[in-house]
Structures are given as structure tokens and as C-alpha cells.
């Protein structure tokens, strides 16, 4: 078999080790000459006391530690710039995300910012980032977005909007995979980001125009991770098994997806998030039902080869094998606890038009979905969903 052209990046040191946060300062001392760091994450950690060990750890392995703990779902970009600016009056030189996606991401932007001139503005879209970055650490406390191992940030922008910054810039140093982190997370939660890690697969193996060697073999053995030990992560967040499998798996995911770009269920998501301030998680897992019987006119073939990659029972053609990997995907959505419709999140039926619409501004990800989708289209998945 011949190849078409594809390149491939990641992160270049990642690091697994269950209460590794605890001694993060070594970690870091080993790795980097900066010592000037910045702990980007949000109060409800602090009130956990997840944080207090890291502090302690960095300040004892020779640290300053300047903690911004202002982070919140959804991020404005006004509190990406906040950080920035105090960053800045401080002379910060190494950055270090600890948290969910949002921590992550507005970590990854303020690396950037503090190194440079270029205003966030002018950083939206694909290859807009000009400059370097101070250092950036990235340490992920909920097993979904894989943000800890892509170039992309994602901002609201204005009152609704989600955009996305994507750039080679974005990918951090160092990423440290704790799983211990995770088991304060709630059954809810759990479930939600699981799934979005899910997502993250399924899409980077179906996607229209990226999709390689490489990003298959990592969704490939992320979907069977995360599918093997979903229920069992949800059931008892305690189980370290469980948690560590399914952090490696979306860390896995992440890696797919930032080479193998994700498509209409993020697409259809993100209004959702934008307007009724639905976590991330949630809303891929409420999309991803209609999008999978959507796309596989097309992805039938690859859903087959999913089905196997589970180990759904069963045999028969593509479309039979397809059918069975998207009702697998469906009861392990309903075990999860996770909410299955719109209407049960208190969407109403008179906003699926305007999510349409707000869908169709997702250009960078519907452009890889492997069918088109028009307005009229992504109304019709709303209205499933509902
Ligand atoms: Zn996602």
C-alpha cells in the first residue's frame, strides 16, 4: 500500500505517574532553567486542595509560585487578557495549566501573550500565531478534551461564539498525566468528558482529509481504552485502573485529533455550550447520536472497523457491523448516566434554528465531517437530538 503526504505532531515529553502532581516541582526542575512560573486553574481545585501539594512542591524544588485561579467554564476573552497582563507585571517566564480543558487552553494562550506583541485578536483561525512562547506545562484534572496534547485553544468570543486558536505554537513542552487528579471528579462528569474523549476518536477516524496512519493507531487504541473503561470510571471514580485508562485514552485521543481534525458533532456542539453555557462534555455526548447515524452513509466502512476495535458482539456486512457500533455507542452513552436529549438540559425548541445557524459559522470543523452539512441538515440533527 502506497501513502498519501501526512506529517504528524505532538507534545515531545509526556509523562505518566499516578500522584506525579506531587512532586511536579522535580519534574520541572530536571527539564527546565525557568523558575518564574505561574499556576493557571480555577477556585473549585483550590477549594479540593488538589492545589496546595503543587505549590508546595514547586516552591521546594525552587520555585515562585504566582497562582490565577479566575478560570471558568466557557473563557472570555477577557479573562485570557487579565491573566496575560498580570503575567506579564510579574515577569512570568514558565506557564503551567492545571485543570479541565479551560485551564489548559487559557494557559496554552497566555504562554503566547506574555511573549509577545501580537494582540489575541489577530490569533483566531489556523497558522495565526506569529511569535514564540514562554514555557508551558500542561497537567490535565478531567479525562476528555486531550487540550494537554493539542494546538488548539478554545475562546468565546462576544457573547455566544467559540472560537478556536490553532497553531504549532500551542503545543507545550511538558504534559503530566496524573490520574489521581481525576478521582475528586463526579459520576456526571465523568461520563460527559469520557465521552467528548470518545468523540474525539471516533471523529479523527472519520475524518475527511487528515486522517493517517498515525492518528488512526492512536484513535484506534484510545477508543478501546476509553470504551473498555468508561462504565467502570463512572461507577467508581476511585478505581485507579479505570481513571488512569481512560486519562491515557484521551490523552491518546488528543494526539488524534490535533493531527486528524474533529468534525460536525463539535461543529453541532459548541452553539449548544455557547448559548445555554453547557459543559463541553455534555454537549458533544448529546450530538453524537444523530451525527453518527448522519455520517454513515459515508463512514459505514470505518464504524465497522470501530465495531471490532470494541469488541461489539455480533457479525455481518459494513452496514449491519456500522449499525451495531452506533448502537453500542448509544447504550454506552445511556449507562453513563449521562443526559441523552436537548430537552433534558432545558434547551428549547424555538432556539434549534438559531443553533443551526450559529453550527454553520464552524467552517474549520465541518469542512472535515465526511458528509456535507448544510443548515437545513444540521436543523434536522437538532431537532433528533431534541
Ligand atoms: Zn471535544
Known amino acids: 500500500m502506497t501513502h498519501t503526504p501526512f506529517g504528524f505532531s505532538t507534545v515531545a515529553d ?87 480543558g479551560s485551564s489548559l487552553d487559557i494557559a496554552k494562550l497566555v504562554a503566547i501573550l506574555i511573549a509577545n506583541d501580537q494582540p489575541l485578536s489577530d490569533m483566531y483561525g489556523i497558522g495565526n500565531v506569529k511569535g ?35 497553531a504549532p505554537q500551542l503545543y507545550a513542552d511538558f504534559v503530566l498525566l496524573d490520574a489521581e487528579l481525576t478521582i475528586g471528579l463526579p459520576k456526571i462528569h465523568t461520563a460527559a468528558t469520557g465521552i467528548d474523549a470518545m468523540v474525539h476518536a471516533i471523529e479523527a477516524y472519520t475524518s475527511k482529509f487528515r486522517k493517517n496512519p498515525l492518528s488512526d493507531a492512536l484513535a484506534r487504541e484510545a477508543l478501546r481504552l476509553l470504551g473498555t473503561n468508561l462504565i467502570a470510571a463512572c461507577e467508581d471514580g476511585t478505581n ?44 458533544n455526548a448529546l450530538m453524537l447520536g444523530p451525527v453518527l447515524r448522519f455520517n454513515a452513509s459515508v463512514a459505514a466502512p470505518h464504524y465497522a472497523e470501530l465495531a471490532d476495535v470494541l469488541n461489539v ?19 454506552l452513552m445511556d449507562q453513563s448516566g449521562a443526559p441523552r436529549r436537548l430537552r433534558d438540559v432545558n434547551v428549547t425548541d424555538n432556539s434549534l434554528s438559531m443553533l443551526a445557524r450559529d453550527a454553520m459559522k464552524q467552517s474549520r470543523l465541518l469542512v472535515n465531517n465526511p458528509v456535507d452539512v448544510t443548515e437545513e441538515d444540521a436543523l434536522a440533527l437538532y431537532r433528533e437530538a431534541f
Not at 476528555?144 to 455566544?160: D, L, Y
Not at 485521543?253 to 463541553?280: E, I, K, M, R, T
Request: hydrophobic share 45%.
Open 14 to 100: 509526556i509523562h505518566l505517574q499516578w500522584g506525579g502532581s506531587k512532586s511536579l516541582g522535580d519534574l520541572l526542575s530536571a527539564r527546565f532553567q525557568t523558575r518564574r512560573s505561574l499556576l493557571v486553574t480555577d477556585r473549585g481545585l483550590i477549594d479540593a486542595g488538589l492545589i496546595e501539594p503543587v505549590e508546595k512542591s514547586l516552591r521546594a524544588a525552587g520555585f515562585d509560585v504566582t497562582i490565577f485561579d479566575q478560570v471558568v467554564a466557557d473563557p472570555p476573552e477577557a479573562i485570557v487578557t487579565g491573566c496575560a497582563d498580570m503575567a506579564k507585571s510579574r515577569d512570568i517566564d514558565m506557564v503551567i495549566g492545571l485543570g479541565g
Open 132 to 166: 514564540k512562547r514562554a514555557d508551558l506545562v500542561l497537567v490535565p484534572t478531567t479525562a476528555g478534551t486531550g487540550s494537554e496534547v493539542t494546538n488548539i485553544s478554545i475562546i468565546t468570543t462576544g457573547e455566544t461564539t467559540k472560537m478556536g486558536v490553532v
Open 240 to 283: 485507579r485502573e479505570a481513571r488512569e485508562n481512560m486519562l491515557l485514552g484521551a490523552m491518546l485521543a488528543g494526539q488524534a485529533f490535533a493531527n486528524s481534525p474533529v468534525a460536525a458533532v463539535h461543529a453541532l456542539a459548541y452553539p449548544l455550550g455557547g448559548h445555554y453555557h453547557l459543559p463541553h462534555g455534555l454537549t
Open 313 to 331: 458482539p455480533g457479525t455481518g456486512d459494513v452496514q449491519a457491523r456500522a449499525s451495531a457500533f452506533v448502537a453500542h455507542m448509544e447504550d
